[in-house]
C-alpha cells in the first residue's frame, strides 16, 4: 500500500535559520511526489514536483530533492510569511487514476 | 494561469438544506476532482472525474453528488448533510496524464448545523 510519512509534525523556527523537511514515501512505481504550501483556511498552493532519484529543483528560498526513498523540503534563510503547513503527496501506479497519497503536513512557524 | 476558482467561499446551511458548490477552470485540463478537508488533516479524495465522467468514487456517501457539466466545470451537490461533514471543500484539476500536477483552488468551507 502507497504510504507517506512527513516529519517532523512541528517546526518552530528562527528568522534567518535553515532548516528542512523530510518526506518519507513508500510506493509502488513513483509517477511523481509534489509539495504544496497550505495556509490556514485556504487551498494547497503547488510547489514542487519531482519525477526521479537525483532531481532538485528550487525557487526563492525553498530547494526540493529526492531520492528512492524520501523528500526534503530545504528552506534557506526563511521569513515569517513562509509560516505555513507544508504538504507532500505522490502518485504511485497503483492505487487509482491520478490519486494522490498525503502526507499529514509540516507545520512551519518562523519568528521573528 | 494555474487558476481554479470556487464558489461560494463560505456556505452555512442546515440538515435539511439542499446547496451547491461550484469550481470552474480555464486551463484545458480534463482531470477535475473533489476534495474534503478537516482541520489539520491532509485533503481526503472524493470524486475524480476525467473527460467529463466520474472514474473515481472514493465510497462517498450519497448525500454528495458529483456533476460534471463540461470540461471546465464541476459541481457537487449537497443534501442532507451531517454536522460532520462540517470541512473545507476542495477543487482540483489537472491534464490526464499519469504524474501530472494537481492545481487546487481556494475552497469553500461548510458548516451544518
Not at chain 2, 38 to 59: C, D, G, H, Q, R
Request: one cysteine or more.
Amino acid at each position: 500500500e502507497d504510504q507517506v510519512t512527513q516529519s517532523p509534525e512541528a517546526l518552530r523556527l528562527q528568522e534567518g535559520e535553515s532548516s528542512s523537511l523530510n518526506c518519507s514515501y513508500t510506493v509502488s512505481g513513483l509517477r511523481g511526489l509534489f509539495w504544496y504550501r497550505q495556509d490556514p483556511g485556504k487551498g494547497p498552493e503547488f510547489l514542487f514536483t519531482l519525477y526521479s532519484a537525483g532531481e532538485e529543483k528550487e525557487k526563492e528560498r525553498l530547494k526540493a530533492t529526492l531520492t528512492k526513498k524520501e523528500s526534503f523540503l530545504h528552506i534557506t534563510a526563511p521569513k515569517p510569511e513562509d509560516s505555513a503547513t507544508y504538504l507532500c503527496a505522490v502518485q504511485g501506479l497503483g492505487g487509482g487514476y491520478n490519486k494522490l497519497i498525503f502526507g499529514a503536513g509540516t507545520r512551519l512557524a518562523v519568528h521573528p | 494561469d494555474t487558476e481554479v476558482t470556487q464558489t461560494p467561499k463560505h456556505l452555512v446551511m442546515g440538515m435539511t438544506n439542499k446547496k451547491s458548490l461550484k469550481c470552474e477552470q480555464h486551463m484545458g485540463h480534463r482531470a477535475m476532482y473533489w476534495y474534503k478537508q478537516k482541520a489539520k488533516k491532509p485533503p481526503e479524495l472524493m470524486f475524480v472525474y476525467s473527460y467529463e465522467k466520474l472514474s473515481i468514487n472514493e465510497s462517498v456517501p450519497s448525500r454528495f453528488s458529483p456533476e460534471c457539466p463540461n470540461s471546465s466545470l464541476l459541481n457537487l451537490h449537497l443534501h442532507a448533510l451531517q454536522p460532520e461533514d462540517s470541512a473545507l471543500y476542495l477543487c482540483a484539476s489537472s491534464r490526464l496524464q499519469g504524474g501530472e500536477t494537481q492545481y487546487f483552488g481556494p475552497g469553500t468551507r461548510l458548516l451544518v448545523l
